[in-house]
């Protein structure tokens, strides 16, 4: 694979600002008194963005974003040199409650503004003004409600068309609805779930996991890279499976760990990388994103330290 010339563009059509709530402990029921909060932009696409642009990795950022209160968003996008092609409504994006203690992390995600499905063609043409042939598109993270489940297939057919490159990060229907397109992504990375989903049936062995994945290739998917939590990951394409994997780390926090896995992919890809070096890049992002909070990555150092200490193990 060529190494694009052109930034990634990321794509998220439903973000959010994290509000990180940090407790000694959480228990239900119980009046808390928090230790620290934190308000960050995310959205999975936005997260994908902040991670590639602290590894040095050019970056252009569109999706639909409230302009009541779309300081945060600005705010990252200015401090990172992203380039912010956001269309921005009336309106708030919705915020998303992270209670994080010693040993795990609570979602409580809220509604926000209703987000005008009129503006989608506005993203779509930002996407089309910026890629060409040598992009990677990250589409990522979930639909707003009303917007159709066929959203991302519909982009990832116009983008196809015109020979880009797309790497898809969602779940439930909207991703069945691409992968049952006559044009696929060219990079999807469910999780066990959502491979079981799309399946719909449960896939208990690493087997039954890679002969899923190698069913959904072709028609432009090139790469499954299906997530395993703490036991790793799996990266599959027709000639290959790698399973890779790292010690456990108890993590600061486990949001955006799949996120920072897509940047890493993403990172990889945009090298020219092979699919261990795909493998050890995501793989090393997402260790190193359990210990930051918000759309951030660790230090280069440490990633390139980790990308090497990644364990990888041929499957069959």
């Given at each position: 694979?060529?190494?694009?010339?052109?930034?990634?563009?990321?794509?998220?059509?439903?973000?959010?600002?994290?509000?990180?709530?940090?407790?000694?402990?959480?228990?239900?029921?119980?009046?808390?008194?928090?230790?620290?909060?934190?308000?960050?932009?995310?959205?999975?696409?936005?997260?994908?963005?902040?991670?590639?642009?602290?590894?040095?990795?050019?970056?252009?950022?569109?999706?639909?974003?409230?302009?009541?209160?779309?300081?945060?968003?600005?705010?990252?996008?200015?401090?990172?040199?992203?380039?912010?092609?956001?269309?921005?409504?009336?309106?708030?994006?919705?915020?998303?409650?992270?209670?994080?203690?010693?040993?795990?992390?609570?979602?409580?995600?809220?509604?926000?503004?209703?987000?005008?499905?009129?503006?989608?063609?506005?993203?779509?043409?930002?996407?089309?003004?910026?890629?060409?042939?040598?992009?990677?598109?990250?589409?990522?993270?979930?639909?707003?409600?009303?917007?159709?489940?066929?959203?991302?297939?519909?982009?990832?057919?116009?983008?196809?068309?015109?020979?880009?490159?797309?790497?898809?990060?969602?779940?439930?229907?909207?991703?069945?609805a691409a992968l049952a397109a006559n044009r696929r992504p060219s990079v999807i990375k469910p999780n066990r779930a959502e491979l079981e989903a799309w399946a719909n049936r449960a896939?208990?062995?690493?087997?039954?996991?890679?002969?899923?994945?190698?069913?959904?290739?072709?028609?432009?998917?090139?790469?499954?890279?299906?997530?395993?939590?703490?036991?790793?990951?799996?990266?599959?394409?027709?000639?290959?499976?790698?399973?890779?994997?790292?010690?456990?780390?108890?993590?600061?926090?486990?949001?955006?760990?799949?996120?920072?896995?897509?940047?890493?992919?993403?990172?990889?890809?945009?090298?020219?990388?092979?699919?261990?070096?795909?493998?050890?890049?995501?793989?090393?992002?997402?260790?190193?994103?359990?210990?930051?909070?918000?759309?951030?990555?660790?230090?280069?150092?440490?990633?390139?330290?980790?990308?090497?200490?990644?364990?990888?193990?041929?499957?069959?």
């Open positions: 694979m060529n190494a694009p010339a052109s930034p990634v563009i990321t794509v998220t059509l439903n973000p959010a600002i994290d509000e990180t709530i940090t407790l000694d402990a959480l228990h239900p029921g119980q009046v808390h008194r928090a230790r620290a909060v934190q308000f960050d932009a995310g959205g999975k696409g936005v997260m994908v963005a902040g991670c590639l642009a602290d590894w040095g990795q050019a970056v252009i950022a569109t999706g639909l974003l409230g302009e009541d209160n779309a300081d945060t968003f600005s705010a990252l996008f200015a401090t990172k040199g992203i380039v912010d092609a956001f269309c921005r409504y009336p309106g708030l994006t919705r915020t998303n409650v992270k209670l994080v203690d010693a040993t795990d992390t609570t979602d409580i995600n809220l509604p926000g503004a209703e987000v005008p499905v009129e503006r989608l063609p506005a993203v779509r043409d930002a996407v089309l003004q910026h890629a060409d042939a040598e992009s990677l598109v990250v589409l990522a993270g979930s639909l707003p409600a009303g917007f159709a489940d066929s959203t991302y297939a519909d982009l990832v057919a116009t983008l196809s068309a015109r020979g880009v490159r797309t790497v898809l990060d969602t779940s439930g229907l909207p991703l069945h896939l208990p062995s690493t087997t039954e996991l890679v002969a899923t994945a190698r069913a959904l290739l072709g028609r432009e998917l090139e790469m499954v890279v299906v997530s395993l939590g703490a036991d790793g990951a799996l990266f599959i394409t027709a000639d290959a499976a790698l399973h890779a994997g790292l010690p456990a780390i108890r993590p600061a926090s486990t949001v955006g760990a799949g996120d920072a896995m897509v940047a890493g992919i993403v990172a990889a890809l945009s090298n020219g990388a092979g699919l261990e070096g795909v493998a050890r890049l995501g793989s090393a992002f997402a260790y190193s994103k359990l210990g930051q909070i918000g759309p951030n990555l660790g230090p280069r150092p440490r990633v390139d330290d980790l990308a090497a200490q990644v364990r990888i193990q041929p499957v069959r």
